[in-house]
Nanobody, 126 residues
Framework: QVQLVQSGGGLVQPGGSLRLSCVASGFTQPVYAIGWFRQVSGKEREEVSCYYTGDGNTLYGDSVKGRFTISRDNAKSAVYLQMNSLTTEDPDVYYC???????????????????RGQGTQVTVSS
């Protein structure tokens, strides 16, 4: 059974930073995409970042490029999202996600990730 357990998030002032963590278990495929998207109920998913193990390709959403960084710790089966220079446009529920397709399939073809974490709220407010 695949599980993605998220931690981190919370309240931060504009210009501040947060780090989200996600620990994956039960996923046995050697090639996969793992990343983050954000979404609130009733709105379309917005891609934040994605890493594809097949070719090392990393994608970032246009609104977060230069501010957010995805990283992985293979020994811990973890993926992280470092978010810097947060603005009032960034608040949302952030999801860690994993899937069998390339990152482009989720970003451009809008496929749904096969697995997602429980979501974590990020709030930016002074």
């Amino acid at each position: 059974q695949v599980q993605l357990v998220q931690s981190g998030g919370g309240l931060v002032q504009p210009g501040g930073s947060l780090r989200l963590s996600c620990v994956a278990s039960g996923f046995t495929q050697p090639v996969y995409a793992i990343g983050w998207f954000r979404q609130v109920s009733g709105k379309e998913r917005e891609e934040v970042s994605c890493y594809y193990t097949g070719d090392g390709n990393t994608l970032y959403g246009d609104s977060v490029k230069g501010r957010f960084t995805i990283s992985r710790d293979n020994a811990k089966s973890a993926v992280y999202l470092q978010m810097n220079s947060l603005t009032t446009e960034d608040p949302d529920v952030y999801y860690c996600a994993e899937g069998l397709l390339s990152c482009g399939s989720y970003y451009y073809s809008r496929y749904e990730y096969e697995y997602r974490g429980q979501g974590t709220q990020v709030t930016v407010s002074s």
